[in-house]
């Protein structure tokens, strides 16, 4: 079987020059079809990339927002566990010491010696679930690193110091 290029030169319907012309057409549009799948896969290419970008940009975000989750978790936990093992016991407080939480005062009871601490700033009352508890100064400025609205300080005052 013979293509169909010789079989029309054999006819005579073309010569070689057209041949040749008709054979130079097919090569060029042959081109012209891979260049522009090449094109359609390359736009795939670019598709997929940004895609798989955007995916691991929202996978970061969402590790990042677990994370942030996770140590809120474990600093509210530390806040637990630092004032559930170091708070004092205030049994038998019918002293009332009043405190500022935010605009509003509070008062919590407490005994001869604990209202002393308080007032000397040896002892500082940290809120575990909305519950006042008195832990020593030490602790209460370790939950204040962690969170300072959890810890209520005592106001200085010049004749506390000069006392001390």
Do not use: C, F, W
Not at 54 to 67: M, V
Not at 79 to 86: A, G, S
Not at 115 to 128: M, N, P, S, T
């Amino acid at each position: 079987m013979k293509s169909l290029q010789e079989q029309l030169l054999k006819a005579g319907l073309v010569d070689k020059k057209q041949a040749k012309q008709i054979d130079k057409q097919k090569r060029k549009d042959k081109n012209v079809a891979r260049r522009s799948s090449e094109a359609v896969v390359d736009e795939v290419k670019v598709a997929a990339e940004q895609a798989r970008a955007d995916k691991l940009a929202k996978d970061r975000a969402l590790n990042a927002e677990r994370d942030a989750l996770a140590k809120e978790k474990a600093i509210a936990a530390q806040i637990r566990q630092l004032i559930d093992v170091n708070k004092q016991s205030r049994a038998g407080g019918e002293l009332a010491y009043n405190y500022t939480h935010g605009k509003k005062i509070k008062k919590v009871y407490v005994t001869k010696a604990l209202q002393d601490h308080l007032i000397a700033g040896r002892l500082v009352i940290a809120l575990l679930d909305e519950q006042a508890e008195l832990v020593p100064r030490v602790i209460g400025e370790k939950i204040a690193e962690r969170d300072p609205d959890r810890v209520i300080l005592p106001t200085q005052t010049s004749a506390a110091t000069d006392d001390d």
